[in-house]
């Protein structure tokens, strides 16, 4: 094909070259960047769980702000949160800045003792802890699982994020399966590449580039945009009255502006139950387990709220994208709200700059997914392979097979991407907190106590699970006719709409304390506690975590065999 023809047809499929090209080439520095992290805090071997997925657990104080900034932050934040607000309103978008405002206080008071108990005991996933907690292998795997399928959903939607990018720059617009897919194939295969290669080093080093990408993007924009577009009094009555425009799906309202009083439950508790579900998924675990020290752990709690701030700005984009006129439309001809903020970036930029957003968008989906990948392959190795098919795997067989389970979860994650409704992305992330904090009980009330009995604690977890899946699946999108339409379903003995998660999780915990009061009167056992009251409070340079740190790479139990050489210690 001679070049004069194929700029004529890459003109005439709406390609912006430029911001294409912008968009390849930061791709392509940190995928080289994401192979060089080998090197980075080099290891002597990435052979064990502890150097592959937990980065030799010695991220200190600004690595993991980073790591944990771009493995929270994620596509949800740039696409899907904008992208709420612009097409239902601040209850739908707007929850998600109190949500991470109540997080960090969370975090604080409950991480730390995790990270002491993980470095003491050589545990890289919640669900070892739950296991050394109880020596009880199904709650143990009840929580594993639940973190491998929760997980699947938000990995689909860091892929959503980068569709959307590569969807605005004009790329899969063609009729056959293979052109429209063939870029996001193609992202997918570079990331699993480094992330196989590298493990955890990979997203800490591509976390720097991300987040200098995306303070640069947000700053540009909040200052630029709101001048261009009228102001943000302009802005803000056109969003209010677009939300007060009747839907010609529903009939009703388009969406809220401010919330009424009778969904200040649907806020509230979508606020909450999000705060509470965050640090339970592996990814967010398994970021915090790779810090050096659990004052690390405390020091991020106080600054990460400064990607709060950032939060509420990209938010806020939606609406600007209301007063530009943005309109989010696929390459299918379909309103898309999840292409909005790519749309408004290419409509109102020049097209070297949007390249830049693109590309922060993008490898802002990059990071958390890589992270995901490994957290659930973690947890995949640790406590399905390990603990129910080959206990006495070794470290470096425990490398070799999570290594390839993150080859396979990203898989998953394709299929999720390929088969449920892309039309309104954040219920891919909502989805999975249904499922995640119903093993918020199992890992943090165990953190201060054994009151609560296993076995309650797993029939607690098991209501949850079976309540908020019925629930969730019973909820019908208006627009598409499609299952899993939203996350608020009406609250028993309230009436008003909540957060199913929440709401799944309130009955976990009274099936837990009912549960447990009847197990404690028929004095039946709650197996054996591998941990004691000093491993919540131990830090870097203890004597203990030093000595447990060198053999955890070379034991057959990766870990569990130091446990277990210790004497019993009676419930805290």
């Known amino acids: 094909m001679s070049a004069p023809l194929l700029v004529a047809q890459t003109a005439d499929a709406g390609v912006n070259g430029v911001a294409l090209t912008v968009l390849v080439v930061l791709f392509v520095v940190v995928t080289v960047l994401g192979f060089w992290a080998t090197r980075f805090k080099r290891a002597e071997s990435l052979e064990s769980l502890d150097e592959w997925g937990l980065g030799g657990r010695k991220f200190g104080t600004w690595i993991t702000w980073f790591l944990l900034g771009g493995d929270l932050y994620t596509a949800y934040t740039f696409v899907a949160v904008p992208a709420a607000m612009f097409a239902t309103g601040a209850v739908a978008g707007f929850f998600a800045v109190p949500y991470t405002i109540v997080l960090y ?71 056959n399966w293979f052109a429209k897919d063939a870029p996001l194939f193609i992202a997918f295969v570079l990331l699993a590449a480094y992330t196989y290669t590298s493990g955890l080093r990979a997203p800490a080093v591509i976390a720097f580039v991300k987040d200098a990408l995306i303070y640069l993007v947000i700053i540009v924009a909040v200052i630029y945009l709101p001048h261009k577009f009228g102001g943000w009094e302009h802005i803000f009555g056109a969003a209010q009255d677009k939300m007060a425009s009747t839907s010609d799906v529903t009939g009703k309202p388009t969406g809220v502006f401010i919330p009424p009083s009778g969904q200040f439950w649907a806020y509230a508790t979508l606020a909450l139950g999000s705060a509470m579900a965050l640090f339970m998924y592996p990814h967010s675990i398994t970021a915090s387990l790779s810090s050096r020290s659990r004052n690390t752990i405390r020091r991020n709690a106080a600054i990460l709220p400064a990607y709060s701030f950032l939060l509420g700005l990209l938010a806020l984009l939606g609406w600007v994208a209301i007063a530009a006129g943005t309109k989010p439309i696929g390459l299918d001809g379909k309103p898309n709200p999840q292409l909005v903020i790519p749309q408004l970036f290419e409509d109102a930029f020049p097209s070297w700059f949007s390249g830049v957003a693109f590309a922060a968008v993008a490898i802002g989906a990059l990071v958390p997914a890589a992270i995901m990948s490994i957290a659930a392959a973690n947890t995949f190795t640790r406590n399905i392979y390990r603990a129910w098919i080959k206990p006495h795997a070794t470290p470096a067989e425990e490398a070799k097979v999570s290594k390839l389970m993150s080859l396979l979860v990203k898989a998953f994650a394709l299929a999720f991407v390929l088969s449920l409704d892309k039309q309104n992305a954040i219920n891919f992330q909502l989805l999975g907190g249904v499922w995640i904090l119903q093993t918020f009980p199992a890992i943090v009330f165990s953190l201060y106590t054994r009151w609560f009995h296993r076995w309650a604690l797993l029939a607690g977890w098991a209501v949850g699970m079976v309540y908020g899946t019925v629930k969730a699946y019973q909820v019908i999108n208006p627009a598409t006719g499609k299952h899993f339409g939203g996350s608020l379903a009406e609250i028993p003995g309230i009436g008003d709409l909540g957060y199913i998660a929440l709401t799944a999780f309130v009955l976990n915990v009274l099936v837990a304390v009912v549960g447990t009061l009847l197990l404690r009167l028929g004095k039946v056992g709650n197996g054996t506690d591998a941990t004691a009251a000093g491993d919540y409070f131990a830090d870097e340079g203890d004597p203990r975590v030093e000595a447990d740190l060198e053999v955890h790479g070379g034991t057959e139990a990766g870990g569990f065999e130091t446990s277990a050489k210790r004497s019993p210690q009676p419930p805290s």
């Open 105 to 175: 206080p969370i975090v604080f008071v409950f991480m730390a003792r995790l990270w002491s108990v993980s470095h003491r005991h050589g545990y890289v996933t919640a669900a070892d802890f739950v296991q050394g907690r109880y020596g009880d292998r199904g709650l143990s795997l009840a929580v594993a699982v639940t973190g491998f399928v929760a997980t699947m959903p938000y990995i689909a939607l860091q892929l959503v994020g980068i569709q959307a990018v590569l969807e605005v720059a004009g790329l899969g617009s063609g009729d």
